[in-house]
């Protein structure tokens, strides 16, 4: 859909940077507590996590990580662990024969490679089994504290959405938007988009009447921009402030009284 106010089809590449950076700043004081969402304790727990995360949710790789890492606590357990129980305990997650084939090959990979500790580089993170680039970038990003980008479906279809790239292909977004930002923004980037598209801008019906860079976007419209109707797509869990922010529209407040209330409304 054509954008408003944007102009993207003459936008200039600085003109393009500029803009992504302040999308990125706004997400920023939308989401200031934008991290990854799985839980971990260590550079291990959070890759296992990674890898399991694959087609379901984060809040259900976290409840199911506490058992798995309490009964396999590192590299050398797991490596060594019974396949069958292996399975039992992921079997919440889906998938759980390929999982739990790809845990194990992991681990035994880390023993005898690594010596049982989660490498610290990109080049090597790959050679693991069940880890490509979005994996060792949220391990390298989240763990390591090494900038990264994570492209994962959320960050994809928006950066698609801001014409940060026109691309399909993960590398290519990933190269897209890395050269748009500094390099010390590119983690808390990652997470703040991830939120965004997990919050806000769904992939079916993104809330466009809620979106705080609605003015920005230049797919705007493509969702509801009602901001009563949109305020009603989000999720309770993922939107604290959803009963809240209807509760003020259906009051008749203005959009700039409910943006200074801390609700981010498109403009």
Request: net charge positive; glycine share 8%; aromatic share 6%.
């Amino acid at each position: 859909m054509a954008g408003r106010k944007t102009k993207v089809d003459e936008e200039s590449p600085v003109a393009l940077k500029r803009r992504a950076r302040k999308i990125n700043r706004i997400l920023g004081d939308t989401y200031p507590y934008a991290v990854a969402e799985l839980d971990f304790r260590n550079p291990f727990e959070l890759l296992v996590a990674t890898v399991l995360s694959a087609q379901t949710t984060d809040v259900r790789v976290n409840l199911t990580t506490p058992v798995l890492f309490e009964r396999y606590p590192d590299a050398q357990a797991l490596s060594e662990a019974d396949e069958p129980e292996l399975q039992e305990i992921l079997r919440p997650t889906g998938f759980y024969r390929a999982k739990a084939n790809s845990l194990l090959a992991l681990s035994r990979r880390l023993v005898d490679e690594f010596d049982g500790e989660v490498p610290d580089r990109l080049e090597d993170l790959v050679t693991l089994p069940g880890v490509g680039r979005k994996t060792a970038n949220v391990v390298l990003g989240n763990a390591f504290g090494a900038p990264g980008i994570t492209v994962d479906t959320h960050f994809g279809r928006l950066a698609r959405r801001f014409r940060w790239t026109t691309s399909e292909d993960p590398v290519k977004v990933e190269m897209d938007v890395a050269a748009l930002f500094e390099r010390s923004d590119w983690t808390s980037l990652s997470n703040r988009v991830v939120f965004h598209g997990r919050r806000i801008c769904h992939a079916r019906k993104p809330a466009c009447g809620v979106c705080p860079v609605a003015a920005l976007c230049p797919s705007f419209g493509e969702g509801e921009t009602d901001p009563m109707k949109a305020a009603k797509l989000l999720k309770y869990e993922l939107a604290p402030g959803r009963e809240e922010l209807l509760k003020l529209m259906r009051a008749g407040r203005s959009r700039a009284e409910l943006r200074e209330a801390g609700h981010g409304l498109g403009a």
